[in-house]
């Protein structure tokens, strides 16, 4: 078994090494095309031409009574932007709406495409064997001259991106600037158009019709939840795809009664899911992260705050605080105060010995001015937005963590500088 | 130098219709040159739309526009326009500086690569909009007044001559209202002609030297304190906001002298 693991990886069958590469250049274009259809929110047409392109590949099929990969890829092409147009032509010529159309189209040519399919499959005619692959892909069992025309369209798709790569960015962010700059906006947006179209009907080679909108938008959008950086987005949706196409074609090829699309498409779906979750920019594991260290942050503040005021008690900020005394004021379970001091500690705002709370200069700055916020914003609702005085606690407990010192600033100038808050506590500044 | 005689813009019997229905309607005018101009008129009066028509972003449904007497395709280098800040998707991956450079982009570098003299240029226009901390932020992660500066950034690094404005004061707060009104007066002082579409009348007097008023026609389109009038701000805006245009016939009198002694 590892023997013929080993034999597919190292590329040392010429059959394996060919399918290799041309899967690694299908799903590298058709991922970076569908990046640039990711971000032009054109998600959905690729689901629906890729269905539509089935009956193109049908009559391609019929007319030229072969299965020559250049003439399928020429009627899947045609259709595919034959399908585009009706789609566009409904919206602008009807009061259908786009999604609407979409389906619309989606679903007649994908049926005429099986109607077609099943009259060719009951026609007797030897050289159909295989036309159904194009359902669900048959990457793994690519002949030579497949992978030599599908990775020459493939290579072309890369080479017109690199050349108009900052024409379709430009378009695709803000189309008046593009406009304006001189740029042919209409045939650059019918360029991408039809990139996609050349895009979807090679990539149905990997994962067939059915699933092919997943290889187009899956990779770009897992990319997007790892980096802001468009061309980084790019490289990333064009790796998770080929290493979704190799393992797909793998599993296909180690088990040939596997078909190698839905298996693209699982590993795709599992990297996806990965980049939900952990992905660095906004994956749920960043942003759960940092809704956690902003509690961290509101509590240690809090803590901060109550020990001042205690202090404005006594009217000593010097001598040690008692815990329990901290406590009373704030009731924080044991461990989540812990971990509260632990941390303020670390930050040199305050100092424990035993059961004892120095406050250190910085704890008692911090302290004082998260009063200071908290008072300030109670003053400005109660003069300006005239609420009673009972009513603005809650609000400023909140305000009190988010006020920046620029509003600091003016909002102490708006005010006029008060002296005391609406419930006659002092509004301590240094 | 150009001669600072022709217009900066002229638009002739400017019409736009949005399916049959007119959005603008036979517009005449001629702007001068080295002018801070506002445009106002209520809303739906065909303020953005004929900018628009005449930057060729809509089509024309009659008439013509020319820009320092030419077409706009022989002068486009000399043309930057603001859009409004909601028209694009902020969401889209690029930062400060990559959406900066797109205005160092023209027909004939695109296929190039960007230039350091471009990138300096760059960054020096996110400099003057004060944005240098956020250079290479995300744009999603900028509020919306820090969007609209991004925006007054590419502007600005388009090193126009003429600068359309859409709105650039719609939802941002007022220090960034302030520093976006600064920047265009600098220009203007710099010569350059700087047409902003705006619908706050009560600041249009401190802004603003020339004014276009609209109400899908043509009301008036003049200097201020010709134009600044109950009369004509009555006429764009209806009787809906009579007590604003009398309060802008005070503001007037308090910030202009009267006809009589201006035409001394």
Redesign the interface.
């Known amino acids: 078994m590892s023997e013929f693991v080993l034999d597919f990886f190292l590329l040392r069958d010429p059959n394996v090494r060919w399918v290799v590469i041309a899967i690694l250049l299908i799903c590298s274009s058709t991922a970076i095309v569908g990046s640039f259809a990711f ?1 032009r ?1 054109r998600a959905l047409i690729g689901d629906a031409v890729s269905h539509a392109i089935l009956p193109g590949i049908c009559l391609a099929f019929m007319l030229t009574g072969g299965k020559h990969p250049f003439w399928l890829m020429a009627g899947a092409i045609l259709i595919g932007l034959l399908s585009m147009k009706i789609i566009d032509f409904i919206t602008v010529n009807s009061r259908i709406k786009p999604d609407t159309a979409l389906a619309l189209v989606m679903s007649v040519f994908y049926g005429l495409g099986v109607l077609l399919l099943t009259r060719i499959q009951s026609s007797g005619n030897a050289a159909q064997a295989g036309l159904d692959k194009f359902l669900f892909g048959k990457a793994a069992a690519m002949m030579q001259e497949d992978v030599i025309t599908y990775s020459l369209f493939s290579i072309f798709l890369l080479l017109v991106i690199t ?1 108009l790569f ?2 379709f ?2 378009t ?3 189309r ?2 593009a ?5 042919p906006v209409n045939k650059l947006e019918g360029v991408m158009a039809i990139l996609t179209v050349i895009a979807i009907a090679i990539g149905i080679q990997a994962v067939g019709v059915v699933l092919m909108s997943a290889l187009l938008i899956t990779p770009a959008a897992a990319a ?1 939840y790892w ?4 061309k980084i ?1 790019l490289l990333l949706a064009a790796l998770f795809a080929m290493v979704s196409g190799v393992s797909g074609a793998f599993v296909s090829y180690a088990m040939p009664k596997m078909p190698t699309g839905p298996w693209i498409v699982m590993f795709l779906t599992l990297i996806t899911g990965i980049s939900v979750l952990i992905g660095s920019k906004k994956g749920y594991w960043v942003t759960r992260k940092g809704k956690q260290q902003i509690n961290q942050k509101i509590i240690q503040e809090n803590v901060l705050k109550a020990l001042y005021q205690l202090g404005e008690v006594r009217n000593n900020f010097e001598d040690p605080f008692l815990k329990s005394e901290l406590r009373k004021k704030r009731k924080y379970g044991r461990l989540r105060q812990r971990n509260a001091l632990k941390q303020l500690e670390k930050e040199a705002c305050i100092k424990i010995e035993g059961e004892y709370i120095y406050l250190t200069r910085k704890g008692l700055d911090e302290g004082q001015r998260i009063t200071r916020l908290h008072r300030l914003w109670e003053v400005y609702l109660t003069k300006y937005l005239k609420l009673p005085a009972d009513h603005v606690h809650e609000d400023a407990e909140a305000m009190e963590h988010l006020i920046t010192p620029e509003l600091e600033i003016e909002l102490e100038k708006v005010l006029d500088y008060p002296l005391i808050d609406p419930h006659d506590s002092p509004i301590p500044r240094k | 130098m150009k001669e600072n005689t022709t217009a900066a813009i002229e638009v002739h019997n400017l019409s736009v219709t949005y399916d049959g229905k007119p959005a603008a309607w036979n517009i005449d005018y001629e702007l001068p040159q080295g002018k801070l101009i506002g445009v106002m008129g209520p809303n739906g009066s065909g303020k953005s739309t004929s900018i628009k028509a005449i930057m060729d972003l809509v089509p024309k449904a009659s008439g013509y526009a020319r820009i320092f007497g030419k077409e706009l395709d022989e002068v486009r280098q000399r043309v930057a326009y603001v859009p409004q800040r909601g028209s694009v998707d902020w969401d889209f991956p690029a930062s400060v500086l990559d959406t900066v450079l797109m205005g160092r982009l023209t027909k004939k570098n695109i296929f190039k690569r960007i230039s350091k003299k471009d990138r300096d240029i760059a960054l020096e226009c996110i400099r003057k909009v004060r944005l240098d901390k956020y250079a290479h932020r995300q744009i999603s992660q900028l509020s919306g007044g820090q969007q609209q500066r991004v925006f007054i950034a590419r502007a600005l690094a388009q090193q126009a001559d003429l600068y359309l404005l859409d709105e650039p004061f719609a939802g941002v707060d007022a220090s960034t209202e302030d520093a976006i009104i600064s920047i265009l007066k600098e220009m203007k002082e710099e010569g350059k002609t700087v047409l902003v579409v705006h619908h706050d009348l009560q600041t249009a007097p401190n802004y603003f030297d020339w004014l276009v008023l609209m109400n899908t026609r043509l009301v008036a389109a003049g200097p201020m304190e010709e134009t600044f009038t109950s009369e004509y701000l009555n006429e764009a805006f209806g009787g809906r906001l009579n007590i604003l245009s009398q309060m802008g016939d005070l503001i007037k009198r308090k910030k202009y002298p009267i006809r009589e002694k201006k035409n001394k």
């Not at chain 1, 980096?227 to 468009?230: A, E, R, S």
């Open positions: 971000l929110k050349i900052k024409s960015v430009v695709i962010f803000d008046q600037h406009a304006l700059i001189g740029l997007r980096t802001n950086n468009l987005m």
